[in-house]
């Protein structure tokens, strides 16, 4: 079945330091790659998504890069502030079949002040 | 104000209790979803449903039953057959099939007396 490994499971920066995220996976056939932020006690928000026929998209401190040929694709934070903390998870979607997207496993992003 | 809710925030069940989780949205949204929170294990997918009247099993579906009378509204019933129900519990919304950006509401802790 289609799955996504996310790592790093826990990452740990400093204030104004940068933050990389980075997912694998399986389905190459993948078509959309959307990450999205959870905050303690709250539901996901998207916070920036990429579809497959672009290599990079940025959103301000925020970026999301593209490897199809490696089937990987990374979230870029950069200056990194303190309410950037929060639980980051990646998904995607195949081009066919569920529409469903398929979410990895999260990543805890903490950034110490 | 458009969006996704969830109530209670938070549940109480006592062994051999059913409960039943409510989710409504005001978006439009013609699909809708239940996802299942562990710490560690991402989101997984309980049910789905991408129009009234009509929904489908998701990974973990066992132990748990969903409805879908009207647009708005998808809950969720926990059954005495779920037995580690213990997991905060999601609801989202996206426009429909092959929409894959998908809103979360801000979740229900369930919680085993």
């Known amino acids: 079945g289609e799955n996504v490994e996310q790592h790093p499971s826990t990452l740990s920066v400093q204030e104004g330091d940068s933050a990389v995220i980075k997912c694998t996976y399986s389905?190459?056939?993948?078509?959309?790659f959307p990450w999205y932020k959870q905050e303690l006690g709250k539901g996901p928000q998207l916070i920036i998504d990429?579809?497959?026929?672009?290599g990079e998209k940025k959103d301000q401190r925020i970026a999301v890069t593209l490897n199809k040929t490696a089937k990987h694709f990374s979230l870029h934070i950069t200056e990194t502030q303190p309410e950037d903390s929060a639980v980051y998870f990646c998904?995607?979607?195949?081009?066919?079949?569920?529409?469903?997207?398929?979410f990895g496993r999260g990543t805890s992003l903490i950034v110490h002040p | 104000d458009g969006g996704i809710t969830q109530s209670p925030k938070y549940l109480f069940r006592k062994e051999g209790q059913n409960v039943t989780l409510s989710c409504e949205q005001n978006?439009?949204?013609?699909?809708m979803y239940w996802y299942r929170q562990d710490p560690g294990q991402g989101l997984r997918l309980i049910y789905y449903?991408?129009?009234?009247?009509?929904?489908q099993k998701g990974d973990i579906a066992e132990g748990y039953s969903v409805s879908r009378e009207k647009k708005e509204s998808f809950p969720l019933t926990v059954t005495s057959a779920q037995k580690n129900p213990t997991a905060f519990y999601l609801c989202?919304?996206?426009?429909?099939?092959?929409?894959?950006?998908?809103?979360f509401g801000p979740g229900t802790r369930l919680l085993v007396l």
């Open positions: 989202a919304s996206s426009i429909g099939t092959g929409r894959e950006t998908q809103y």
């Open positions: 389905d190459s056939a993948s078509n959309y």
């Open positions: 990429i579809r497959s026929n672009v």
């Open positions: 998904a995607f979607r195949a081009s066919g079949g569920s529409y469903i997207p398929t």
């Open positions: 978006l439009n949204h013609d699909a």
């Open positions: 449903s991408q129009i009234v009247n009509d929904f």
